[in-house]
């Protein structure tokens, strides 16, 4: 095609409908995971900042590690997260648990470039930081993980442990 004055809009155009379209394959990974109305999962539910007893920070680096990648908290305990990503390269917590967390690993693999809106999910890219908000409202487990494709292969993995009230 010869570009001239007239074709170079077409040609951007073409080239953002192109964009767009691999945008919209690659996934907005919001919802879809039956919370219900109060937004409780099997690991517990979003919660309010102002109800947080307190604030955990959390690093993610490019060694694959989470800093700490192990805590304990109480039964019905809402905890402020910082999260921060000290590595130079994208890092993602994702809270889940250990069948949550591999399912949406499947996902990744397929779409890398996949965006979170869930409140139990930040992705970061190098050098900036986020939050999570999060009530434990059921005992047990609660697993968290990068799911960027390798990060949790290299063990970029950890384990949050929820006490009975």
Same mark, same amino acid.
């Given at each position: ?6 074709? &170079?809009?077409?040609? $951007?155009?073409?080239?953002? $409908? ?12 919001? !919802? ?5 109305? @109060? ?16 604030? /955990?920070? &959390?690093?993610? @680096? ?7 990648? @192990? ?10 997260? &910082? ?10 917590? @994702? ?6 967390? $591999? ?16 409140? !139990?999910? &930040?992705? $970061? ?6 939050? /999570? ?26 384990? /949050?442990?929820? !006490?009975?009230?």
């Amino acid at each position: 095609m010869k570009f001239t004055r007239s074709t &170079i809009p077409l040609a $951007l155009a073409m080239a953002v $409908l192109a964009a767009s379209g691999a945008a919209l394959a690659s996934g907005n990974h919001g !919802g879809g995971h039956g919370h219900g109305d @109060s937004g409780e999962t099997a690991i517990g539910k979003p919660g309010v900042a102002a109800n947080a007893s307190r604030t /955990i920070t &959390i690093a993610m @680096s490019d060694n694959m590690r989470f800093t700490p990648s @192990s805590m304990q908290v109480k039964q019905g305990e809402t905890v402020r997260f &910082i999260v921060k990503n000290t590595g130079q390269v994208k890092h993602e917590l @994702s809270l889940g648990t250990q069948k949550e967390l $591999l399912e949406h690993l499947e996902q990744m693999k397929k779409f890398p470039d996949m965006e979170h809106d869930e409140p !139990g999910k &930040i992705t $970061l890219q190098p050098g900036k930081q986020g939050e /999570i908000v999060w009530q434990f409202t059921k005992a047990g487990t609660v697993d968290f993980a990068c799911l960027i494709p390798g990060h949790y292969e290299a063990g970029m993995k950890g384990a /949050i442990k929820v !006490g009975r009230k």
